[in-house]
């Protein structure tokens, strides 16, 4: 069975601060690794995923993450963040093979302030 | 063109009645799932179909009845229903199944009285 735990629910910090949203996912079998952002009254959107090869994957609005095996990690990044990615942040993992499901961590809420 | 479409956005209703949520994609996927948000905005899958074919069912009471008459839609009746499944509920979809990206609909947000 595969498990994700964030470890805060929710984040406060500044406009231009860096941030980082920590996520541990427990896991028998090889993994994919998903972040996925829901801004307020909408649906999910991806944010980046890490399939295989480079450990670091990058998001197109400045956000990344690292995979870090031995640590079970999935740690999500950014280096100055804006008022528009006050959002709640949803790591994810899957399975690798097969048809599988995404199993969810409980959320982060980023709250960004002036 | 909205990629995963739900409707309706809301439904408010009480105890006791059926209700359906329908869900269509025009991203060409082959695979689509439900999944529950409950309050404290916990996601859980619910089912998962691929080309019309049921291929995950968590434990979820057998009021909530998935249908998928071609694989560009996928519908969620619930039966009876109950206090407790007030959520939103989400529809998704995705190409082969898990490794891709999942594209998620805006939610239905079901409230029981």
């Known amino acids: 069975a595969q498990s994700v735990t964030q470890l805060d629910s929710q984040v406060p910090v500044f406009e231009e601060a860096p941030v980082e949203l920590r996520c541990n996912y427990s896991s028998s079998v090889s993994v994919y690794l998903f972040w996925y952002v829901q801004y307020p009254n909408q649906g999910l959107q991806l944010l980046l995923k890490y399939l295989s090869g480079s450990t670091l994957v990058e998001s197109i609005n400045g956000f990344e993450a690292e995979f870090n095996k031995s640590q079970t990690s999935f740690h999500l990044r950014k280096p100055s963040v804006h008022i528009s990615d006050t959002a709640e942040y949803f790591c994810?993992?899957?399975?690798?093979?097969?048809?599988?499901?995404?199993?969810f961590g409980a959320g982060t809420r980023l709250a960004v302030h002036p | 063109d909205t990629a995963v479409s739900q409707t309706p956005k809301y439904l408010v209703t009480q105890m006791g009645n059926d209700k359906s949520i329908k869900c269509e994609q025009n991203?060409?996927?082959?695979?689509m799932y439900w999944y529950k948000q409950d309050s404290k905005k916990f996601l859980k899958i619910m089912f998962s179909?691929?080309?019309?074919?049921?291929?995950i069912n968590e434990t979820v009471p057998n009021r909530f009845s998935p249908k998928s008459p071609d694989k560009a839609h996928l519908n969620l009746h619930i039966n009876s229903l109950e206090l407790g499944d007030s959520a939103v509920y989400f529809c998704?979809?995705?190409?082969?199944?898990?490794?891709?990206?999942?594209?998620f609909g805006p939610g239905t947000r079901l409230t029981v009285t």
């Open positions: 179909y691929n080309n019309k074919e049921l291929i």
């Open positions: 994810a993992v899957s399975s690798s093979g097969g048809y599988n499901k995404l199993i």
């Open positions: 991203l060409g996927h082959d695979t």
């Open positions: 998704a979809s995705s190409q082969d199944g898990g490794a891709y990206e999942q594209y």
